[in-house]
């Protein structure tokens, strides 16, 4: 297995875009928690829809990935949930939680994964420390969910957006083409 085949994509820079966005509206979101509710479940809302565009166009085009199906599944995951909270927005405030607990369980899960395929390679542990992390943070938000504290759940999307904004940063790098010299 070629590790520098399985993460490679034209549109690393993408990824990185998108979680650079992320690191900012989580930056903003902290500043102002409670007024920013509404508008960060909206934001999000179509942020997901951006990483779910982003997600697709990599799982289908022509240098994709090794398990582009996780990408194929987590793109069209992500914009259902995306247009969920763009077009209702009493259920984005209330179901908000929820929708981001499926999100980072299930991009915990694909971490997890991916640290056990990259077993035989040296930073293999943190891919599955961050799969560990991804899934705790989804299981806290079903709990923030359940206490419908704003609040609390105000500070964990701030939190969880810089977070995964930095996760999508990195894994941006891996993904940049390695230029072969000849």
Same mark, same amino acid.
């Given at each position: 297995?070629?590790?520098?085949?399985?993460?490679?994509?034209?549109? /690393? /820079?993408?990824?990185? #875009?998108?979680? !650079?966005?992320?690191?900012?509206?989580?930056?903003?979101? *902290?500043?102002? =928690?409670? @007024?920013?509710?509404?508008?960060?479940?909206?934001?999000?809302?179509?942020?997901?829809?951006?990483?779910? !565009?982003?997600?697709? !166009?990599?799982?289908?085009?022509?240098?994709?990935?090794?398990?582009?199906?996780?990408?194929?599944?987590? &793109?069209?995951?992500?914009?259902?949930?995306?247009?969920? #909270?763009?077009?209702? !927005?009493?259920?984005?405030?209330?179901?908000? =939680?929820?929708?981001?607990?499926?999100?980072?369980?299930?991009?915990?899960?694909?971490?997890?994964?991916?640290?056990?395929?990259?077993? =035989?390679?040296?930073? *293999? /542990?943190?891919?599955?420390?961050? &799969?560990?992390?991804?899934?705790?943070?989804?299981?806290?938000?079903?709990?923030?969910?359940?206490?419908?504290?704003?609040?609390?759940?105000?500070?964990?999307?701030?939190?969880?957006?810089?977070? *995964?904004?930095?996760?999508?940063?990195?894994?941006?790098? @891996?993904?940049? =083409?390695?230029? @072969?010299?000849?």
């Amino acid at each position: 297995m070629n590790l520098k085949r399985l993460c490679q994509s034209k549109y /690393w /820079w993408a990824v990185m #875009l998108i979680g !650079v966005m992320m690191i900012v509206c989580g930056m903003a979101y *902290w500043i102002l =928690p409670v @007024e920013g509710y509404i508008v960060a479940s909206i934001l999000f809302g179509w942020m997901l829809i951006g990483i779910g !565009v982003v997600q697709l !166009v990599i799982s289908t085009g022509k240098n994709r990935p090794k398990g582009w199906g996780w990408w194929l599944f987590g &793109g069209i995951l992500n914009i259902f949930i995306g247009f969920m #909270l763009v077009d209702r !927005v009493e259920l984005a405030e209330i179901m908000l =939680p929820y929708f981001l607990a499926i999100i980072f369980i299930y991009w915990g899960v694909m971490y997890v994964i991916e640290s056990v395929l990259m077993r =035989p390679y040296k930073y *293999w /542990w943190i891919r599955l420390l961050n &799969g560990m992390l991804m899934m705790f943070i989804g299981f806290f938000f079903i709990g923030a969910g359940y206490l419908n504290d704003i609040v609390m759940v105000s500070t964990m999307v701030a939190l969880a957006f810089i977070y *995964w904004g930095i996760t999508l940063v990195s894994t941006s790098f @891996e993904m940049k =083409p390695i230029k @072969e010299i000849s």
